[in-house]
């Protein structure tokens, strides 16, 4: 194995006063100084090399040495090795090499010439790789080879002693002062003991160290290191120094100290024990280099990574920002959903362009106004994800029918508006609704399901100059719900009796809300008699409202708004209790348990989970006979059948209440209704009546109904009957109980009184 060398040069030898006599004491005293030389050293082994017939041979090695049977031999000298590294001694190349057992494990290795003799090596080897020794090791291993110098020429002038070799050792003796007094790091050498508190005390110390420290040799002598801390000398690396010296190793360390006039400065420490010729250690030598400006460059490197680290940090975090107020900007502009542009964003624009039609003076631009038609029986069905998916669809087929100049946005749940600029009329519009229309006829596919989507749009131009975005948005809007009272799956363009009349419907609501709080509701009471006879079979309860202002409101009018607004069932709920306790009445007062009374319930009403309760309750409270009792609904409640729906029919029936089936013939597939649900009266529309007498296809259908009720052990009645030749037909056909004006109006309590009163008779 080949190991580049790093050659150490003793300029001097010190004069160690041993006897070296006997062969044995010459070799103790080896054995002690590669002993201390590998302790100082921190190597694994050390070993002293003398040149013998041009090789070296080793004359002593440490006792604990890890590579004992280490051979080291020169490289090159007869020129048939040629060194892969050349290592200066004296100025000339060397290589050295090992073999041997254990040669290959040396991995690190430092030699130093012992000066006076002929090629001498004092060699420290360590199996572990190293950068090399620190100053202090250098400084000791030097001295030591000094020792060697010294003991070599004492066993070469051991018979022939003259004064010439005495003065040579102090020759090297005062070279080697020199090297420490103009050494440019600072050394101290110290007393062994004590090695705990407070310290060996300071017996040398070069000029280096007062230069660094501002002590003189005078000042420091006798003194011990520990002159040199302060407050900032760490705590952790004092505990190392005086872990190193009770266990009498080298130790190395960087260390804040302090100079005599009380400013700190940094020092790379480096210490190791010196023993004497029997092993005794006996000093402390201690080398201090000055790296004050070294930790100042590493404190302003470290501050400048930190800045940078800082800086770095500073600009993630403004590009963080910049990306959050980029999302931020676009989410208060875009619907999350469809990507299109948000209400927000529509208003902003449309404020925008109706400016700029009062600075024109011209009206160029219109709103299309549009909401899904049955979006909500999607979400019912098929969940939201299919909601979802199908207006993403409405999106992009609504892009398409777009002008590149026209603004298209989500304004909330499944209603979407388009400003159309650059249009002087309503052609442009239209065009673009009727696009639109024709783009949503397509399916869409959910799934498994097809769903054809269709839109109810309304259109308003821009009108006289001043009008606000707002008011346009409400006239569309007002528009939209005219296509979508209209069917759906068509336009309307606004005009100004739409908004009069959207005026008075949201009057009418604030009237219907506040009549039901302030009683303003009431009952009359129409016969139902046959036409043989004319006797009352039974009433009819009919809800009528007197507005203290407008006056008589028709039912057509505020029961559709009733049912709009939810106040329907709490109307429903005042009806059952007033006509039931009406009933009561007439019946205690007549002596007539079996009179019966028919009283509308709207479908909201009647699919409340709480009817049938409320029901059983109304009966037990006013002791009514449930038969004499019958709830009249309208085909619209089939509409959408359901479990519900025929459960509360079958708890009626079963309680004994009776069902009858209203406005007959106007609905849907009437006839599976009376199959499918347990009907007790039908009541023939009055848009059948009308005809009876004069279309012969409408006596057909009646007399029809009239059979089936027959057959199917139903009562029929006539609705609407207000002429003779309208009883007299009706009659012929076999109809056993007419309704209408040509026997009785809807009556007051106390007009129906008297009618009961007089006979029970209603006479045309």
Known sequence: MHIELPVLRADDAIDPAYDVGSQSARLGVFEAIVEQAARATACSTAMICAMRDGELVPLAVNRTAALPTVIPYRMGADGSVVPDVAICVDGSPIALGFRGEGGDDVRFAAAAPIGGTDGALLIVLDTQPRAGLSAAQTYVLRSHTA?????????????????????????????????????????????????????????????????TTGYTAEEVIGLTPRVLQGPKTDPKSRALLRRALETWQPIEIEIINYRRD??????????????????????????????????????????????????????????????????????????????????AFFMERLSKALDRERLQGATTCSVLFLDLDRFKVVNDSLGHLAGDALMKEVAQRLRR????????????????AILIEDAADLNTPVRIAEAII??????????????????????????????????????????????????GGDYAIFDATMHDDAVSQLTLQTDLRQAVERGE???AYQPIVDPASGAIQSFEALLRWTHPVRGPISPADFVPVAEEIGLIRQIDRWVMHEACAQLAQWQRRFDDP???????????????????????????????????????????????????????????????????????GTGYSSLSYINRYPIDT??????????????????????????????LDLNIIAEGVETQAQTDILMQIGCRAIQGYHFAKPLTPEDATRVLAAGGAAAP
């Open 521 to 523: 509701f009431h009952l």
């Open 262 to 343: 009380g400013s700190e400065f940094w020092v790379e420490l480096s210490i190791v024990p010196v023993a004497n010729e029997r092993g005794w250690f006996t000093h402390w030598v201690s080398v201090q280099r000055d790296i004050t400006e070294r930790k100042a460059a590493q404190e302003l490197s470290a501050r400048v990574r930190v800045a940078e680290l800082e800086n770095q940090a500073l600009a993630g975090e403004i590009l963080e920002r910049k990306r959050i107020e980029a999302e931020l900007l676009y989410t208060a502009f875009h619907d999350n959903l469809t990507r299109l542009r948000n209400r």
């Open 401 to 416: 029918c777009v002008r590149p100049q026209d603004t298209l946005a989500r304004i909330g749940g499944d209603e979407f």
């Open 147 to 211: 020792h060697l110098a010294t003991l070599f020429d004492l066993i070469f002038l051991q018979d022939r002693v003259d004064n010439r070799a005495g003065k040579a050792s102090l020759e090297r003796l005062r070279l080697l002062e020199s090297v420490a007094v103009h050494a440019r790091d600072s050394i101290v050498i110290t007393e062994a003991q004590p090695v705990d508190l407070p310290g060996p005390c300071i017996i040398y110390c070069n000029a280096a160290f007062t230069r």
């Open 682 to 711: 039908i009541k023939i529309d009055k848009s059948f009546i009308d005809g009876v007498g004069s279309n012969r296809e409408t006596r057909a259908i009646v007399e029809l109904i009239v059979k089936l009720g027959a057959t």
């Open 594 to 664: 079996a009179l019966r009374l028919s009283i509308n319930v709207s479908a909201a009403g009647f699919v409340d989970r709480d009817f049938v309760t409320a029901l059983s309750d109304v009966l037990d409270e006013f002791g009514l006979r449930p038969q004499t009792l019958e709830l009249e609904i309208t085909e619209g409640i089939f509409l959408h059948p359901s479990a519900e729906i025929a459960g509360a029919i079958g708890a009626v029936r079963d309680m004994g209440v009776r069902i009858a089936l209203d406005d007959f």
């Open 438 to 487: 024709e783009a949503l006829r397509a399916p869409v596919q959910l799934g498994r399901q097809s769903v054809f989507p269709s839109a109810s749009i309304g259109v308003v131009p821009a009108g006289e100059p001043g009008v606000v975005p707002d008011d346009l948005m409400r006239d569309a809007d007002i528009a939209m719900y005219q296509a979508k009272r209209a069917g």
